[in-house]
């Protein structure tokens, strides 16, 4: 006759006439019978909880009641607001029936009111003034585990051993709640939470102490949290409480609380409905199809933030759309008796391929945790949890584990044992049964559904995306030192409990937020971020930045950057065309089009590039900004003609194969479009493309860009050419700058001469149209001074000119560049340029331009003709090479140098060797008597290990068949100059007297400059020290042409003078020294500093005539070659 059900079991049969169950299992038929038609009675007892199902059932009743006239309902509660539930039925009757308790005596000891305020140790006080009042059990009410865990400590260090003490909370494992209920002989103080206001009665209570406190879950709204906050409770709660000893007889409560703190708190306690998460409330509504929450006749409305909050959470869960209305996948979730996110987990979990791990998961979710935690052996709990929860990425992993060990043992243990295993590893054997219970449930309940299980075993990855779809909001990503950010900004951190605590993945989720001392995410898993925006695709936020061109893919590109809720949780790169298609057609305009960076230019802008380059590269070249219009005028020539939709290079193709001629038309750019002023008709004479130096054309390149390294005019010069170019003739530069370097030279002139030259602009004008702008190889500040002296008058001297101080644009700047186009230097002085790089110029040219010609040991004039250049074409450009007879290790080669004073240089020395080799014989007998001994030790201090004999010869030869004659070209002129070979003896002894002579007189000129120099004379004896070392070198008796060797003892007999006059009259030295040394300074600043160098010809008279003007002023009556005077010498140093 009397049945009863709960959750997974049902004792009910046909003649059931009562039937006991919970406010869920009766809400669950609802379903099935909207109207309770199987009832004619319905009693909510302990309606005053107010949980979520009572308030929801006490609407529904209300809402059926006018369709269900017969329907008797009866509602109790020990302590209710009868009124109010009276008004929510239309008035319906009360009836108060008396219980039968004992008179309470309330006391308050404030814990505000103590010096020290500590729970504990005011929980100790009340327990042992009650101690003084006679037996009876203590029952302490505080508010939750920890506060238990303290006062227990205290209290049993406190009192007697004969005093037990017994926790009591939900978490606690079963076998230890069961000790609250058995017989004890002594006295018993219970630490409880509110769990023993209502929920159990503990026997035997004659006393109570009451905290006043309360852990009270409420869910926030703002931030989707759980949160446990400690809380003052109700005046109603404070009743119960206190009502708790009054059962048995007269009791004692204690409030450590004022009594004028109970007056001004809350008559009741805030139902479940106004601090609960409503979104298995609002989705059952929606199923059931009982219309918005805000017009359902809850006793108590809800909040209306907790209702958008709850809807929220629903179209997370994608079980509403975006107007709040009930979808497929929310119909599937509403039949599960679960939480709606555990439901999403489930349903995902098909999808994945991983239905069979999640329902176990979802089970576990569904059910309190199995795992106890006794106080006196946490260590060895947390040990044996570990067994089954220690996977190194998830917790979740950890319910899969003990699933199998528990079905394992279910299988093979008896009840007994089974039992006995689970106390073995600190499991509630009742717990895992309701797990087990559940998990059937579900399984039916899918299996019903259609949903299919899968029969191989699912990846992390499937496992942990399904759970992710059910827990979307408890993302989280790390920030820093184990704190993360979750969804909405809110900070928190991995519980202790967890296994993932101390690894702290970078990104996590959790099945639960709760917030005690701070906000902890519990029961978490490891998960890749990737996985988020797939379930999330309904609530990610994509926003859209950097948007560029991308060149290979001919389209225009943007960082997208996937949020949800403040997580990033996507970066990639995405079509802007998507997102702003106007700015993606201004990119292909600007970047594309302009700017010709396209995978394939079409033929249209291929044309109008390269008009465009020819008109910036002359932009360049005239020095005239704004020459040609600017970027933006261009786009807008290209918008005007290009439609609207075409937004990237693909689009532009398919328009212009489409299109057609017509289509290119309107692309097309014109010349005057593109052009903002007028050139002039002769800009490529003035600004030419190519410059022709010396026979070699050279390309020009042209950039105004003040400031830039190569601003102005760069001649592009290919190594092999280097050696071969002579800086003045880039002095010159190109037409068009020869006027504005003429002015900047004027400029420069000192005040004095400048004066003369005002307006520059007009001379600078005036002086180039005379001198014309062809390049010469005259520096163009000698001809400028010239050509203004000329004009004015006013004489002036390319000295006077600083073109230093013009800026580096007039000044030509030169790129060297190798056979693959490589640049190998850079910079404005050619022959800086010709001194660091020569020898690889060298080795260059004669790579282009000898071969086939080049020849070395030669003993004959056995390779035709000599020509005096050839025209070789090398990296395409045409150089000019100059071939020569050279000398290299004492024999004759044949070489084609790169420049004429090159070849020059070497001819002599070369032609001299090849007149040796063909008259070897004469030249071995002639060098066995050319020097006595004597002579040749002289000479070997001088220079050790040179053959003065070798010497000898070579410069007889050279002065009979060499100086003054021209050189042969072919064999036959070479034949012909063999003609004077019986003039070497003669010449030989001449040049044997004159040498010998010469070196006895240096080595007693060198015996008279040996030991300490007076100071008196220290600065005439190293003028002569210097003056020798030119003179008299390793190698002068080669290297100075027999013409000048003939004086060499005229000049040694006036350094051996001029000291004999030192030593009487060092101050008359001294007067022409001083005189002197100016114009000899200037000599050498021009002399190389090998003294055996070829010169040109007009430095060489210069320096012969130098020789003469210390004989004149030194040893005057020796006489000289030629007249002489310091003015004489400074012309010929000006002229050469």
Excluded at 231 to 247: D, F, H, K, L, W
Excluded at 622 to 651: Q, S
Excluded at 712 to 724: D, I, K, Q, R
């Amino acid at each position: 006759l009397v049945g009863w059900q709960v959750r997974f079991h049902d004792r009910t049969g046909p003649d059931t006439l009562v039937k006991v169950m919970t406010d869920g299992i009766l809400l669950a038929e609802t379903q099935a019978d909207p109207l309770l038609a199987r009832y004619d009675t319905i009693i909510l007892d302990e309606a005053h909880e107010r949980s979520l199902n009572i308030d929801f059932l006490l609407g529904y009743l209300k809402r059926i009641l006018p369709r269900r006239p017969d329907l008797k309902v009866i509602v109790t509660s020990a302590t209710l607001d009868a009124r109010r539930f009276a008004e929510h039925f239309g008035g319906a009757p009360v009836l108060e029936i008396p219980g039968r308790s004992h008179p309470v005596e309330v006391r308050y000891r404030p814990l505000a009111e103590r010096d020290e305020p500590d729970l504990a140790e005011a929980v100790a006080d009340a327990v042992a003034e009650l101690g003084r009042e006679g037996p009876g059990d203590v029952l302490v009410f505080l508010p939750g585990e920890r506060e238990i865990r303290e006062c227990a400590e205290v209290l049993r260090r406190r009192h007697p051993p004969g005093t037990e003490i017994l926790p009591l909370y939900a978490r606690l494992s079963v076998r230890e709640q069961q000790r609250v209920f058995a017989p004890s002989g002594g006295r018993r103080v219970v630490l409880a939470t509110n769990v023993a206001e209502t929920s159990l009665t503990v026997p035997g209570i004659r006393y109570v102490v009451d905290s006043g406190l309360v852990r009270m879950a409420r869910y926030s709204p703002r931030s989707g949290i759980q949160r446990l906050p400690v809380e003052p409770v109700s005046q109603a709660s404070a009743e119960q409480r206190a009502g708790r000893c009054g059962r048995l007889g007269p009791g004692v409560c204690i409030r450590l609380y004022a009594e004028a703190d109970l007056a001004a708190r809350p008559r009741w306690t805030d139902p479940e409905i106004r601090r609960a998460n409503l979104a298995a409330v609002v989705l059952r509504m929606a199923a059931l199809g009982l219309g918005e929450p805000e017009r359902f006749p809850f006793l108590e409305p809800p909040d209306p933030r907790h209702l958008r909050n709850a809807r929220r959470t629903l179209h997370e869960l994608g079980a509403l759309d975006g107007a709040g209305r009930l979808t497929a996948l929310g119909e599937r979730l509403a039949r599960l008796p679960v939480d709606p996110r555990i439901g999403r987990m489930v349903l995902e979990a098909e999808r994945q391929g991983a239905l069979r791990e999640v329902l176990v998961i979802a089970a576990a979710l569904s059910v309190q945790d199995p795992r106890e935690r006794p106080a006196e052996a946490r260590q060895a709990a947390d040990e044996a949890h570990r067994r089954f929860f220690d996977h190194p990425r998830s917790d979740f992993m950890g319910f899969l584990k003990l699933w199998e060990a528990w079905h394992d043992r279910l299988r093979h243990l008896s009840n007994r044992k089974l039992r006995a295993w689970c106390r073995e590893h600190f499991l509630s054997y009742l717990r895992l049964r309701d797990w087990h219970d559940v998990h059937a449930q579900l399984h039916e309940l899918v299996k019903g559904m259609g949903l299919r299980e899968n029969t191989e075993p699912a990846d992390y990855g499937a496992i942990h995306r399904s759970l992710l779809a059910g827990l979307l909001g408890h993302v989280a990503m790390h920030v820093e030192d184990g704190l993360y950010q979750g969804a909405r900004g809110v900070k928190l951190r991995i519980h202790p409990g967890s296994g993932l605590a101390r690894r702290r993945p970078a990104w996590i989720v959790a099945a639960e937020l709760a917030e005690t001392t701070r906000l902890y995410a519990r029961t978490v898993a490891a998960i890749d971020p990737r996985w988020i925006e797939p379930l999330a695709a309904h609530l990610v936020r994509r926003s859209h930045a950097e948007p560029r061109w991308n060149a290979r893919a001919g389209r225009a590109d943007c960082t997208e950057t996937v949020t949800l809720w403040g997580l990033p949780v996507g970066r990639r790169r995405a079509d802007y065309a998507r997102v702003d298609p106007a700015g993606a057609r201004a990119l292909l305009v600007r970047e594309g089009l302009v700017h010709g960076r396209l995978p394939r230019r079409p033929a249209v802008v291929e044309r109008n590039l390269a008009l465009l380059a020819e008109l910036r590269e002359l932009e360049q070249r005239t020095r005239r900004g704004g020459l040609v219009v600017p970027e933006e005028a261009v786009a807008r020539l290209y918008e005007a003609g290009l439609p609207e939709e075409v937004t990237d290079w693909r689009r532009l193709e398919r328009w212009l194969r489409e299109e057609g001629p017509g289509a290119e038309a309107r692309l097309a750019l014109r010349r005057e479009e593109l052009l903002a002023g007028e050139p002039g008709d002769d800009a490529a004479e003035r600004f030419p493309q190519r410059l022709r130096v010396r026979g070699i054309e050279l390309a020009l390149r042209y950039r105004f860009e003040p400031g830039a390294e190569d601003d102005g005019v760069t001649a592009c010069v290919p190594l092999a050419a280097l050696n071969a170019l002579e800086p003045a003739w880039f002095e010159w530069l190109v037409p068009g700058l020869l006027e504005e370097k003429a002015a900047g030279l004027i400029r420069s002139l000192p005040k004095a001469l400048r004066r003369h030259l005002v307006p520059a602009p007009d001379f600078a004008r005036a002086a180039v149209q005379a001198l014309g702008t062809a390049p010469r190889p005259e520096p163009f500040a000698a001809a400028l001074a010239r050509e203004l002296a000329r004009m004015t008058g006013v004489p002036l001297r390319p000295e006077d000119f600083r073109p230093e101080a013009l800026p580096a644009h007039l000044h030509m700047r030169f790129e060297v560049v190798d056979g693959a186009g490589a640049v190998v230097a850079a910079g404005r002085d050619l022959a800086a340029l010709q001194a660091a790089h020569g020898a690889s110029a060298r080795a260059a040219f004669a790579q282009a331009a000898g071969a086939g010609l080049e020849r070395a040991g030669l003993r004959d004039w056995d390779f035709g003709e000599l020509p005096a250049e050839v025209a070789v074409e090398r990296d395409g450009v045409r150089v000019t090479g100059f071939p020569a007879l050279v000398e290299e290790g004492g024999k004759a080669a044949l070489r084609v140098l790169d420049s004429p004073e090159a070849a020059a240089r070497a001819m002599p020395a070369g032609l001299t060797r090849l007149y040796m080799a063909r008259l070897r014989d004469l030249a071995r007998r002639l060098a066995r008597d050319a020097a006595d001994p004597a002579m040749a030790l002289r000479y070997a201090a001088l220079a050790p290990g040179r053959d003065l004999a070798d010497e000898l010869v070579f410069a007889a030869f050279r002065a009979v068949l060499v100086d003054g004659r021209p050189w042969p070209r072919d064999r036959a002129a070479f034949e012909a100059a063999l003609a004077g070979r019986d003039r070497l003896a003669e010449t030989l002894a001449r040049l044997r007297e004159w040498v010998g002579e010469t070196l006895e007189r240096w080595q007693a000129v060198q015996r008279r400059l040996k030991g300490p120099l007076p100071p008196r004379r220290l600065e005439s004896l190293r003028d002569v020290q210097d003056h020798l070392a030119r003179l008299v070198f390793p190698g002068f008796v080669r290297g100075v042409p027999a013409a000048r060797l003939r004086h060499y003892p005229r000049y040694l007999r006036a350094v051996e003078r001029r000291l004999e006059k030192l030593e009487r009259d060092p101050a008359r030295d001294a007067r022409w020294l001083a005189e002197l040394r100016p114009v000899w300074r200037e000599l050498l600043a021009r002399l190389p500093e090998d003294p055996a160098a070829p010169l040109p010809e007009g430095l060489e008279a210069a320096r012969w005539l130098a020789e003469e003007l210390r004989v004149s002023l030194f040893a005057q009556e020796l006489g000289t070659a030629e007249p002489v005077s310091l003015k004489r010498l400074r012309e010929r140093l000006a002229a050469a």
